[in-house]
Structures are given as structure tokens and as C-alpha cells.
């Protein structure tokens, strides 16, 4: 199922047991049906009583030509797990929507209240014309799609995986930052990194003006600010899918802004990655210093990497030292498109012991199955971890996991989409 791009990261459970250096892998608390259920996600209302703060939303797609595809969402999501009910109905936010990728809130700041973005398209007919949409969820029914990507000029059939929110030309206010990719069923991808932005006016009526920084990126990115060398870089960095490379982007304007693509500057940190995945920065190997989580799906050994950075040289000289966390990832049918794995997330099981080296949770998308890689050693130098099998679930795929501790007990849930299944199981790592 990569070919249909369901990025994941996946924790489905059978059985409770403990895991090396006392990891107890966690336990199922709840189901609920949503059929093809893809990418989820958790929005916290911080306005709403205690108790009732996070609302699951669930992306579900068909690859049927004209078939509806959906939005949808479980408010309050922790009252079922707090009262032990399993009675879970979710609600449509939209079927005004193609082939929806992953979901995620918006800064309050842009909109003025709360909001949902879906990216959505994909290169299957009739699935190809994407855009960004803004969903108003203060009201209920939401209201929407607000299409902030819309360009009536554009004839290409560009389709987007994720938003980010940025302030690209020092204005104050918040724009919209995302890959896209156009892909022909045979023939190669083109992907663009560009900005929307945000107007002066009503951001919900007002045109979002698009400017087009560069070619490369795909599908998903990041935005992290680095301290390398003496300097500081505001960067993006890119796994890109479609051209198989590991890129990250900074801008060397005064104040590091985005308006002038002529001032943006790349180090191509793996071009033998393979097909990239989504990617993370976070502190690995707990020495204080920042590493990049990334993963290749292949149709054959697929891996899950860190790449370690030289914080001693700037980042237009450092050198990107690889680490294979794990590998041996493959498909369980071959088949166009297919891969394994698919993205990888670090965590700590309790929030009150959230220290030291995380865990990685891995899903392996086409393989069936779900990992949890746990670190061997203390020692920073030392990148070894054990895969852990916790899961094996035959022909099934799932979807993006979205992880939370909703019910406030100090550990997180992980809420796992079973796309073929019409499933969404939630696990527990508390006691």
C-alpha cells in the first residue's frame, strides 16, 4: 500500500508483555470502526471542560475512481477511555474532499479560531487534483473546505501531504508552508517546495498569493531551527520520496527570510536513501545535541536512520554521519508501489520518566507488521537497538498512529487506523 502513500506509524497489539530494560508494551483499551481509515491525528480544545479536550480526526480514501473520501472525528475522545465505553461513533467532518493526507490543527493565531488543515490528492485517476483545506471546527457541523492552495492558472494536478505554519516574509502573520508533487501513473515525479501567503484580509475569503521557492521536495517536510557551528539555521529539511534523496534547506537573507529563492541554500544529506519517508529531529543518543529520525521504504530491506550531525562546522561543511537503527524491512506481497517501512516515531511510554534515549515506534506498512526498536545502551556512542515484533497483522496496512496521553494518567495512548479493516484500535502503556 505505499503506492497509495499511507504513511504510518503503527502499534497494534495482541498480547501485554514486557519488553528489554523493563519496557511493557502497552495494551488494548478500545476499537471503533472507520472504514479506510488512513492518517489520524489529536487536537486539544484547551477551551473545552477537562475531560472532553481532545478530538480524534481520521482521514479515510478509496482508490475506487470517483468514490467519496472523508474526514472524520471522535470528539472528547478520552470519555471512552475514562468511563470504559466502547460505544464510539464518529461523526463526518467533510466529504468535500479527494484522497485526504494527513490532518492537522492550526496555530489559533492564523485563522482567529479554531481550525483543521487537509492536504489532500494523490496520482490515482480521478484522485490527482489536490489542494489545501481549511476546515472551521468551532461550529459543528465544521464548515469548509476553505482551498488556500486553489490557483484557477495552475493546470497541473498537484496533490499535498502536510502543511506547516511559518511566517516566511517577516509580516507577522503565519504562512502556509508545504511539498507538492504531480506524478503520472507512468512517468516521473516533479515536486516544489512553496508558501502561501497569508492575506491581510480575511484569511478565510481572501486569495493566499502562492510563491514557489524550489524543486525537490514531495511530499512531507519539516522545519527546524539548527545551532551549527557559530551560526544559527532556520531550516527545512525534506525527505524526499519521489527523487530518493535526504535535503535540507536554509535561507541566508537577513533575518532568514523565505521571499527570495535565490538566497536559499541546500546540502544534500543522503542521496542513496532510497525513497524517504517522513522525518524527525530529535536527541537519539541523549548528548544534548539534536539527530535526524528518518526511514526508506523498499520494496526489499527498507531501514529505519539517524543521521548524526557535526555541530562543530557549519552546516553548508558538516558532515552527516549514518547509523542503520534497523533494517530488513520488507514487504509481505511484492506488488507496484509496495514498501516497508513506513515512518518511525520517538516516545517515552511515561511522561513522568521522559528522559534519557526514546523509544522508536516503527510501522511496517506493506510488511504487516509493528515495531518498537529500544535502545541497548546509555552510552551515546552506542546506536544499537533491539526490533521488537509486537504485532504481526498478516495482509493488513496501517495508517499514520496518532499518539497522546489524552486520558491524563502520565502514559500515552496510541490510536492505530487498520485501512483494509475499517478498524481504530486504541493502546495504552499505562498499567
Not at 508483555?17 to 488494548?28: D, S, V
Not at 490510536?415 to 502503556?429: A, H, Q
Request: include cysteine.
Amino acid at each position: 500500500m505505499a503506492l497509495v502513500r499511507i504513511f504510518c506509524l503503527a502499534l497494534i497489539l495482541t498480547t501485554q508483555i514486557t519488553g528489554l530494560q523493563g519496557t511493557r508494551l502497552p495494551r488494548k483499551v478500545l476499537s471503533f470502526p472507520i472504514a479506510n481509515a488512513a492518517f489520524t491525528t489529536l487536537v486539544e480544545n484547551k477551551t473545552a471542560p477537562q475531560g472532553q479536550r481532545w478530538n480524534f480526526y481520521a482521514s479515510a480514501f478509496s482508490a475506487i475512481p470517483f468514490s467519496k473520501d472523508y474526514v472524520y472525528v471522535v470528539r472528547g475522545i478520552e470519555r471512552y477511555l475514562l468511563k470504559n465505553s466502547t460505544n464510539v461513533k464518529p461523526d463526518v467532518v467533510t466529504h468535500d474532499t479527494v484522497w485526504p493526507n494527513e490532518i492537522s490543527g492550526v496555530p489559533a493565531e492564523v485563522f482567529g479560531k479554531p481550525t483543521l488543515a487537509v492536504p489532500d490528492g494523490f496520482l490515482l485517476p480521478t484522485k490527482t487534483a489536490g489542494d489545501i483545506g481549511i476546515y472551521d471546527i468551532n461550529v459543528n457541523p465544521p464548515r469548509g473546505p476553505f482551498r488556500i492552495s486553489h490557483d484557477d492558472n495552475d493546470k497541473q494536478n498537484w496533490f499535498y501531504h502536510r502543511v506547516i505554519w511559518k511566517d516566511m516574509n517577516g509580516d507577522g502573520r503565519l504562512d502556509a508552508v508545504a511539498a507538492r508533487a504531480e506524478k503520472p501513473f507512468f512517468g516521473n515525479a516533479k515536486g516544489e517546495l512553496l508558501w502561501f501567503e497569508h492575506p491581510s484580509g480575511d484569511p478565510f475569503t481572501s486569495q493566499w498569493k502562492p510563491h514557489l521557492l524550489l524543486n525537490g521536495p514531495d511530499t512531507f517536510i519539516i522545519n527546524a531551527t539548527m545551532k551549527v557551528g557559530n551560526g544559527v539555521y532556520d531550516t527545512i529539511i525534506a525527505p524526499q520520496f519521489f527523487s530518493q534523496a535526504l535535503v535540507v534547506y536554509w535561507s541566508v537573507a537577513p533575518l532568514m527570510l523565505w521571499t527570495d529563492p535565490s538566497k536559499i541554500r541546500s546540502v544534500i544529506i543522503d542521496d542513496k536513501v532510497g525513497p524517504a519517508f517522513d522525518a524527525r529531529v530529535v536527541d537519539l543518543n541523549a548528548d544534548q545535541k539534536p539527530d535526524l529520525l528518518v526511514t526508506s521504504n523498499q520494496a526489499q530491506n527498507g531501514a529505519v536512520f539517524a543521521y548524526q550531525l557535526d555541530y562543530n562546522l557549519p552546516l553548508e561543511n558538516t558532515t552527516f554521519v549514518k547509523h542503520v537503527l534497523a533494517d530488513g524491512f520488507t514487504p509481505r506481497q511484492s506488488g507496484q508501489g509496495k514498501g516497508s517501512p513506513g515512518a518511525a516515531k520517538p516516545f517515552y511510554p511515561s511522561l513522568k520518566n521522559a528522559t534519557g534515549k526514546p523509544h522508536i515506534l516503527v510501522c511496517g506498512d506493506d510488511d504487516g507488521r509493528a515495531y518498537l526498536l529500544i535502545p541497548q545502551s546509555a552510552d551515546p556512542s552506542n546506536w544499537k537497538y533491539s526490533k521488537e515484533v509486537f504485532f504481526d497483522g498478516g495482509k493488513e496496512t496501517v495508517g499514520e498512529i496518532a499518539i497522546e496521553d489524552v486520558d491524563g494518567d502520565g502514559f500515552v495512548e496510541v490510536f492505530v487506523p487498520l485501512y483494509y479493516k475499517g478498524e481504530v484500535i486504541v493502546f495504552s502503556f499505562g498499567p
